[in-house]
């Protein structure tokens, strides 16, 4: 009766016993895997500090007025804004209870195309409480 597993020619067997090996190496396996440090992967962003001393928008919270001169400049209130401001502005005014009026009154020389842009970003924006102010400049004598 052989040892070496079907054999029973009294030869002795000539096959390396692979299995302490393949337990060596998964316990050295393992030890690296507990020894490989962990990656930590973070993006490094600067976030804004709450200053109180920062000013805050210039939102009115009866009413606010956009106009626009001729030459296409848009204003919130009198200060001068781009169209990302302006609806963030709008966005702002209408969270607010109640919600604040919004008096547009485009120049009679202003470019329609800017207008236009101005009324896109109002109405984008869900605004109801607004009107047009200073409509007797269009009136024709």
């Known amino acids: 009766m052989a040892m070496s597993g079907g054999r029973d020619d009294g030869q002795p067997m000539m096959e390396m016993n692979t299995t302490p090996l ?36 210039p939102i009115d919270p009866v009413k606010n007025k956009v106009t626009v001169d001729p030459a296409g400049v848009i204003y919130w209130n009198g200060s001068p804004i781009d169209l990302v401001t302006l609806r963030l502005y709008l966005d702002r005014t209408k969270v607010m209870a109640p919600e604040p009026e919004l008096h547009v009154q485009p120049d009679s020389s202003a470019r329609y195309e800017v207008v236009d842009k101005v009324l896109a970003v109002i109405k984008r924006s869900e605004v109801t409480k607004m009107g047009f102010v200073g409509n007797e400049q269009y009136r024709q004598f």
Not at 36 to 47: C, F, W
Not at 50 to 56: H, M
Request: charged share 10%.
């Open 22 to 57: 393949i337990d060596v190496m998964l316990v050295l396996l393992i030890m690296f895997i507990i020894t490989i440090p962990i990656q930590t992967h973070a993006v490094k962003i600067d976030l804004p500090v709450n200053d109180p001393n920062a000013v805050a928008p």
